[in-house]
Structure formats: structure tokens, C-alpha cells
């Protein structure tokens, strides 16, 4: 627990921490992969090459530190960090590790400014929030090793089925290699990975794109131009391949209520979208599903939702194409637009959208212009979390 002068230590100097967040995380990474290589299979190096990773860490000290005295405030990003954790196995050993490193860098960065005083608040800040993990990451995983096939740690899954589900995106079924049953999951979740690609183990997420059946999961990968893994799962990865799973995790689902639904969605942004469309059908509740893509060629499970629309009444779909061929016959011609959600989402409606960062960043300024109050809006990165603006 830290103390008043800590907790006021802290705050004092969270504006010169601010100021050099980004320096210090990019002081951090190369420190402690140098020093604990074991760790850079959780981490995407893609996100640490193009810098959305130490950016994501800075903001999260920041935030961290500018709310020492009110740590309520973060609860939803304390969700979303345990839910990230847990995905990934990420335990106690590796806490230390990161404490040691970031530590370190904030003390090479800021040189003499960190007395001692300084270095032992920080320290005590940095044990506080680790250990409000580490005990809400045990009772996560704790929670679903008890439930009916669900486990801690690593599960050997096979893949069963494999389908091109358009020119960029193939589907994988996985089964259990004990032909146990599976944990059901929440729509919206992810299932985590731990691949041996040429003699690297890495670790990646991939949305959950059927619902829950207590026999397979499948995860809808899209090619991506220089994606190690996403390369490696469309070219290798055959019926029969077998992957260690961490336990499915997540936090982006459908909140309890009764409400319409507008699942607004681009590209592959829309693989977590479509088990949360079955489970807001199968409650009867009003959905509008919105999906933005190139064209028909790259547009995943258009026939899946055409065919739920033609059962489902309380079921609207729409598409827009940005660069459509010929023959191609979307709703809409370019890009997603205030008038467009103004004419399909209902006033009352919570809206969730996920797609590439331009897209979210241009959702997220439509819905702001739009005044939609906050508690109506759902959103998750494919990668680490940035800002919006």
C-alpha cells in the first residue's frame, strides 16, 4: 500500500513522467528483451517495430499515475489489461521482470532527477498495480479451470476444417487433441495462440468468429502483407496441425440488455461481430448489421448474414464498398457516413465497431459529432490500445 507522501511523490512527478513516457518505454523493450529474451514471444514485434506498443505502455503509465488517489477510474482498463493478460498466460515471474526493466528505464532516462525518495514511490506504485493484477488474473484463471472443459495454461487444439472465406481470410476449426469438451466463451472474445514458426514460439490473438459449441472454435485469420503469423497460418497450416490454446479471454461483448444492437464493422473487423450476432438474435433483440468493405472479393460471410436476414426479421444488414468491381451490388458506394448511421441506428441503440484504425478513428469522430453518449459505445482494437483521436 503506498503511503500519503508516495501516493503525493507520485503525482508531483507523473507530469515529468508524462513528458518522457514514450522515451522511457522505448528505453524499456530493447532492455528487457536483451536481458530476458524468453519474453518477446508475448509480444507482437510487428506492434513494437511500428511503435503502437510502447506508445500503448506509455499511456498506461500515464494514466496509471495521473489517477494514483482514484484508481476507480481505470477500472474498465484494469478489465481489458487482466483479459489481455490471461489470454496470454502472462504470471507473477514476468511482473518482476518488467517491474526491474521499466524501473531501470525511467531511472537511465531521468538520470539524477530520480532520488531515492523518488525510485522507492515509484517502485511501491508500480507493486500496487502489478499485484491488483496478479490477484484478478489468479481468480480469471482460476474461474476457468473450473469451468466444464475449460483449463489454466496451455491446451493442445488440431485443426479440423479449413475454408477460404474470401481472397484475404481463411477460417480454422479447432478440436481438442484429449476429445474433451471445450469451455463455452462469450461472444466477442478471443482465443489465444502459441505457435513455433522456423524455431521462434510466438503468441498471438484471433476473435472467435462462431458461437460457442462446446466441440470446436474457429478463428478467421486475414492475410496481412509481412504478417508473420497470418503468412504462416495460410500457407502451412493444414487439417491436422496442432497449436497450444490459452483459454478463451475478453472483454469486448455484448453488454445485458435489451436494447438494439448496431454492429458496425470493417474488413476483418467483423469475425468477433458475427457469434455476437447469433447471440443477439437468439435474444430477440434489434440488430443492424453494418459492414464496410473493398469489394465482394474481400468480403467475408456475406452469405452467412444474407442468409440469418432472410430468418430473422428483427435482422437489417447493409454494406458499403469502397473500391466495388463490376457486377458488385452493395448498398452504399465509399465510405461508412454520418447519414448512414443516422438512418439505420436507433436512438436507443449501443453501437460496437471494430475494424482497421483508420476506419475506427473515422467511426469514433462520426459518432462523437453525432453527440452519442459514451455508455452506448463498444469498440476493440486488433492489437494493443491507442487513441482514437
Given at each position: ?7 503525493a511523490i507520485i503525482k508531483a512527478t507523473a507530469p515529468v513522467v508524462a513528458q518522457h513516457a514514450e522515451r522511457i518505454t522505448s528505453v524499456f523493450y530493447p532492455l528487457m528483451f536483451e536481458r530476458y529474451p524468453e519474453v518477446r514471444e508475448v509480444f507482437n514485434q510487428a506492434h513494437q517495430h511500428g511503435g503502437s506498443q510502447p506508445r500503448a505502455l506509455a499511456n498506461a503509465v500515464v494514466a496509471y499515475a495521473s489517477n494514483i488517489d482514484n484508481l476507480g477510474a481505470l477500472g474498465a482498463a484494469v478489465e481489458r489489461i487482466v ?307
Open positions: 500500500m503506498l503511503t500519503p507522501d508516495q501516493i483479459q489481455k493478460h490471461v489470454s496470454l498466460n502472462i504470471t507473477p515471474p514476468q511482473y518482476q521482470i518488467v517491474g526491474e526493466c521499466l524501473l531501470e528505464a525511467i531511472g537511465r532516462v531521468l538520470g539524477d532527477a530520480v532520488t531515492p525518495e523518488i525510485g522507492a514511490a515509484w517502485t511501491a506504485a508500480y507493486w500496487q498495480l502489478a499485484n491488483l493484477l496478479i490477484a484478478a488474473e489468479e481468480k480469471e484463471y482460476r474461474r476457468k479451470a473450473e469451468l466444464t472443459g475449460g483449463w489454466r495454461g496451455t491446451r493442445r487444439l488440431r485443426v479440423v476444417r479449413r475454408a477460404f472465406e474470401s481472397e484475404v481470410i481463411t477460417s480454422f476449426w479447432l478440436a481438442p487433441v484429449d476429445n474433451g469438451p471445450l469451455m463455452d466463451f462469450t461472444p466477442g472474445q478471443y482465443l489465444g495462440l502459441r505457435l513455433d514458426i522456423d524455431g521462434a514460439t510466438v503468441q498471438r490473438n484471433y476473435s472467435l468468429s462462431d458461437a460457442p459449441n462446446g466441440k470446436t472454435y474457429r478463428i478467421s485469420v486475414k492475410r496481412e502483407p509481412g504478417g508473420l503469423v497470418s503468412n504462416y497460418l495460410h500457407d502451412r497450416v493444414q487439417e491436422g496441425f496442432e497449436v497450444d490454446a490459452f483459454a478463451p479471454a475478453g472483454e469486448f461483448t455484448l453488454a445485458q440488455n435489451s436494447k438494439p444492437v448496431v454492429l458496425l464493422t470493417a474488413g476483418v473487423g467483423q469475425t468477433p461481430a458475427l457469434p455476437m450476432l447469433d447471440r443477439a438474435l437468439a435474444e430477440g433483440r434489434q440488430v443492424i448489421y453494418l459492414h464496410a468493405a473493398l469489394n465482394s472479393a474481400v468480403h467475408a460471410f456475406r452469405k452467412r448474414v444474407d442468409s440469418l436476414a432472410t430468418e430473422h426479421p428483427n435482422l437489417r444488414h447493409v454494406y458499403i464498398y469502397s473500391e466495388p468491381l463490376p457486377g458488385d451490388e452493395p448498398h452504399y458506394r465509399g465510405f461508412v457516413t454520418p447519414e448512414i448511421l443516422q438512418r439505420y441506428a436507433p436512438a436507443d441503440a449501443d453501437i460496437y465497431f471494430l475494424g482497421p484504425k483508420p476506419f475506427m478513428v473515422h467511426v469514433n469522430r462520426m459518432l462523437r459529432d453525432l453527440r452519442v453518449a459514451a455508455e452506448r459505445i463498444r469498440f476493440e482494437f486488433f492489437g494493443p490500445m491507442e487513441a482514437l483521436d
